[in-house]
């Protein structure tokens, strides 16, 4: 895989730059610009060597039409700040402002491309129609350069087919990403402990598998954890359940008893009898995780949890974590996560944040981003590499000469 400086003299160049500037948004505030600042040394590198950069990039989930909830617009303005350069904006994805704004770039100029998921064309299935939007794309540039890595899981036009027809590199961005990648799959330093969280189990069905083969030690919080607790006999009140990952969940925990890995699974939990919310205060209490209420929901893991989990990740030498422990967005069941975050900044060795919810927790949080060995850019990304899969975003690179 190459990187820009395989595209050679970029003078006066058009560089289409696939990034992942996809930031939540409340209204057209920007609550964590961190994807956009991701962003900035490879777009920055490609104006500052004399290319007319032109940025695509998506931003939540149109249905392949504009709408103005997902407009870009707020993103280039901050891209602009960050960069302490002009950026401009195109109001669509290829027509006629995209055609405009593009020709209209001095060398070491920057513009952002409206939301290219505005386009039916961008996440199609029929290679035809993924393809003619793509040939539009391609249209507008003499080189591509894939630096959204958010998004290298996918096969879409943005990120696929373009890189079929025009000179391509992978960015500064990607080719961090999957080479950290590389150091939690090929050969890791030990002891290596994987921590999971978020919701679901079947979110994670795959990383599980592919891990249970590789890692030391698996801890396991978030809401995905009552579906373990369930399996092994344990009442989980309101808790989210996934009944038809019990099975699973029985066949993991046997699994890594059988191969000596350790799954490590909270002794207590906060519970609260309602989900948080605008119109009640929270109301938080510990309980044993074998104990837990039939009237109370799972929100957090408690505090002797997540003192046993900083244990664990104490001496290790390799250290990814996906997914918070629960509901970080309200203090009464942030701690869980806090304990998580903090233990990875104190790890001895290589310590990933695996994007998604947990870069976002990180952020709130108030940790400082450079305590941790890295932070991804992308969750999904992330786990289907752990799960080894092939991304075709990446793997479209290996084969474009």
């Keep these: 895989m190459s990187g820009i400086e395989s595209l050679g003299d970029l003078r006066g160049k058009r560089v289409l730059v696939r990034s992942d500037l996809n930031v939540p948004l409340d209204g057209t505030t920007i609550t964590d610009d961190g994807r956009i600042r991701a962003s900035i040394p490879t777009i920055r590198a490609l104006a500052d060597a004399g290319a007319r950069v032109a940025v695509t990039a998506h931003l939540g989930r149109p249905k392949g039409a504009p709408d103005p909830a997902y407009s870009l617009?707020?993103?280039a303005a901050r891209l602009g700040e960050l960069l302490g350069r002009p950026v401009a904006f195109a109001t669509d994805t290829v027509g006629e402002s995209a055609r405009t704004t593009v020709a209209g770039l001095a060398d070491g100029e920057v513009a952002v491309l409206e939301n290219v998921r505005f386009n039916p064309g961008e996440t199609s299935k029929d290679d035809a129609v993924r393809g003619a939007f793509a040939d539009e794309?391609?249209?507008?540039?003499?080189?591509f350069v894939s630096?959204?890595?958010?998004?290298v899981h996918r096969k879409q036009a943005s990120v696929y087919d373009v890189a079929l027809r025009l000179p391509s590199a992978m960015g500064g961005l990607v080719a961090k990403e999957i080479g950290v990648l590389r150091r939690l799959t090929v050969d890791p330093e030990r002891p290596y402990a994987?921590?999971?969280?978020g919701s679901k189990v079947s979110d994670k069905l795959g990383v599980i598998d592919n891990l249970?083969?590789?890692?030391?030690?698996?801890?396991i919080g978030g809401g995905m954890v009552f579906t373990f607790l369930a399996a092994q006999g344990h009442e989980v009140g309101k808790s989210l359940l996934e009944e038809d990952q019990l099975d699973t969940c029985r066949g993991y925990l046997s699994r890594a008893a059988e191969s000596g890995v350790q799954i490590l699974l909270p002794t207590d939990i906060v519970v609260d009898t309602e989900f948080p919310s605008a119109v009640r205060e929270p109301q938080p209490q510990v309980v044993p995780a074998s104990a837990i209420p039939a009237d109370s929901l799972g929100l957090d893991i408690g505090p002797e949890s997540g003192a046993a989990f900083a244990a664990a990740l104490a001496d290790a030498q390799t250290v990814f974590w996906n997914g918070p422990m629960g509901v970080f967005e309200v203090d009464a069941f942030a701690e869980g996560t806090r304990a998580v975050a903090q233990a990875l900044t104190e790890v001895p060795g290589l310590s990933v944040v695996g994007g998604g919810d947990s870069a976002a927790a990180v952020r709130k949080l108030g940790f400082d981003e450079g305590a941790f060995g890295h932070i991804s850019t992308g969750g999904g990304a992330s786990l289907e590499f752990l799960e080894g899969k092939e991304l075709p975003g990446i793997a479209v690179l290996e084969r474009t000469p």
């Excluded at 630096?147 to 998004?151: A, H, M, Q």
């Excluded at 994987?194 to 969280?197: C, Y």
């Design 73 to 75: 617009a707020p993103v």
């Design 137 to 143: 794309l391609a249209g507008l540039a003499d080189a």
């Design 147 to 151: 630096d959204g890595f958010g998004v």
């Design 194 to 197: 994987v921590v999971l969280g």
């Design 212 to 219: 249970l083969g590789k890692a030391d030690r698996l801890l």
